[in-house]
């Protein structure tokens, strides 16, 4: 089950994670606002790009819908004890419906046995949560969805800076990202919108940068310098 929390209306600072009515706080302060204070750099995305607020929007402590694969991340996260989240950051590109946005999040342990069995539970079921995660969506708006798949994108298909065809430096960003596309037909055949997933794992902290756009544009190269500014952001 995902758990939600809107931020619509919040006010900055801790009153941001002050959530629903009756929330018990669950969140450590300092971690949250150091979370907070991090920023995409100016131009990451590319040029054409701007700042959007996303009112209304419902942030979600575990982002993925119910089911196996859910479960499975939902125990590994739980060993780690989320202490920060920040969900409510988003930009648009002037021209066509290209949308990204970004996910911060903050885990309690400190060492890397942690975030690599995190990792490797992603790597594992990544994909089959991606997919019933957008099934769900479409199922919250009471909207049947058509065929979902979200596949891979391996090292040597990406482009720079995180392509890579042998093995990558392990401080790099190239071998710190996964990345998953989701393609997405419920629209129907003709309006195809993919979802370029990139997650970038660094210590105690988790980005995860999701750009939609619509079938036929390729966003690869603004996705990827994104996910390596989000490296050295989150390594600062």
């Known amino acids: 089950m995902r758990l939600r929390r809107s931020r619509a209306g919040a006010a900055p600072g801790s009153q941001r994670r002050s959530g629903p009515a009756g929330e018990q706080p669950w969140w450590d302060a300092a971690a949250q606002a150091d979370l907070e204070a991090l920023a995409l750099p100016k131009g990451a995305l590319g040029r054409g790009w701007v700042a959007v607020p996303m009112l209304n929007n419902v942030e979600e402590v575990e982002p993925h819908a119910s089911g196996p694969a859910a479960d499975a991340l939902t125990a590994v996260r739980a060993e780690r004890r989320l202490v920060a989240l920040d969900g409510g950051r988003a930009w648009r590109r002037r021209e066509g419906q290209v949308l990204a946005v970004l996910r911060l999040e903050r885990f309690a342990d400190d060492g890397a046995t942690g975030a690599d069995a995190h990792r490797a539970v992603w790597q594992e079921r990544g994909a089959e949560a991606l997919e019933a995660t957008w099934r769900a969506n479409w199922a919250d708006r009471d909207v049947v969805a ?79 310098g994104a996910a390596a500014a989000l490296h050295e952001v989150l390594g600062g």
Do not use: K
């Not at 037909?185 to 750009?211: E, F, I, K, N």
């Open 146 to 224: 058509g065929w979902i798949e979200a596949r891979p994108v391996r090292p040597e298909a990406r482009p720079d800076p995180l392509h890579v065809f042998a093995a990558a430096d392990p401080s790099g960003p190239a071998a710190a990202v996964d990345w998953f596309a989701v393609e997405d037909h419920t629209r129907g055949p003709d309006v195809v919108t993919l979802y370029q997933h990139l997650t970038v794992w660094r210590g105690r902290s988790l980005a995860t940068l999701t750009v939609r756009h619509d079938l036929g544009l390729d966003l690869d190269r603004e996705a990827a």
